[in-house]
């Protein structure tokens, strides 16, 4: 029996730095809470109002 679940069943967030949404990865299991952007470079560059 396969354990996987669809990308669309994954909690999602929206990025601090760019505005976008983002979904659950395994890597963020444990710290999910803390997690804010949804990329390294997001996360560089800081927050900064979206352009949308």
Do not use: I, N
């Not at 996987?4 to 983002?22: E, I, N, Q, Y």
């Not at 809470?33 to 800081?46: N, P």
Request: charged share 40%.
């Amino acid at each position: 029996m396969a354990r996987h679940r669809k990308k669309s069943d994954l909690p999602s967030k929206t990025c601090a730095s760019c505005g976008l949404p983002f979904t659950w990865r395994k890597k963020w299991e444990k710290v999910w809470d803390e997690v804010r952007y949804c990329s390294e470079r997001c996360r560089r560059t800081g927050k900064k109002r979206p352009q949308r």
